[in-house]
């Protein structure tokens, strides 16, 4: 299974890379977004501000979603996931608008919402997986469309969309790389319901 890596220019790759070939997938890192239209499979890793992500990505917008319309695979994590949306109000700059909905500050009294925190799905991809828990790292949450919702996490009294996904498109609030075994498992699963697909 040959998955392709968006290297825009933030953020830390190797955890995410690590996670998944350690599940058997091939992981190829590109930093021309350009290569992420010919890709059988597509991860964007999270970590990085809204603005500085999609610099790269900009220039490829539409065909990018063209894409993950068309049913191409894609899991995209934290930043990954919230560029996957209309706009930010991290930033100025228009993200690939797949999802419907935009990003916004998390209203709470801590904020960044870091550390462990339970993750409340149905979805298949969460299939075998024994803890719930997952790790959090963030300032934003996507204020999504509830038919993309797979998955919510309550945080202070405030329960925020974490999970997502529409077609063959995924996106995470939290860090399954970061998850120890529960997110192995879970990356585990996406990487068979791509194979599946392709």
């Given at each position: ?101 935009t990003v ?94 392709i």
């Amino acid at each position: 299974m040959k998955i392709t890596m968006a290297d825009y220019g933030v953020g830390n790759l190797h955890s995410i890379k690590k996670a998944l070939e350690k599940n058997g997938a091939a992981v190829v890192t590109v930093t021309d977004m350009k290569d992420l239209l010919d890709a059988k499979c597509i991860m964007f890793p999270g970590v990085g501000a809204f603005d500085k992500t999609m610099e790269r990505l900009q220039p490829y917008r539409e065909q990018i979603c063209e894409r993950l319309n068309a049913g191409v695979p894609a899991l995209g994590i934290c930043i990954g996931a919230q560029i996957m949306f209309e706009s930010s109000a991290e930033g100025k700059a228009p993200g690939l608008g797949f999802f419907s909905g935009t990003v916004k500050p998390l209203k709470a009294k801590i904020v960044p919402h870091m550390g462990w925190n339970t993750v409340e799905s149905k979805d298949p991809l969460m299939n075998g997986i024994d803890s719930n828990y997952f790790y959090f790292a963030h300032s934003y949450y996507c204020d999504a469309d509830p038919s993309d919702v797979i998955g919510t996490t309550e945080y202070e009294g405030t329960t925020f969309p974490s999970f997502f996904r529409k077609k063959n498109v995924y996106g995470t609030q939290f860090h399954p790389e970061k998850s120890g075994e529960s997110g192995l498992e879970m990356l585990r699963n996406f990487i068979e319901a791509a194979e599946d697909l392709i």
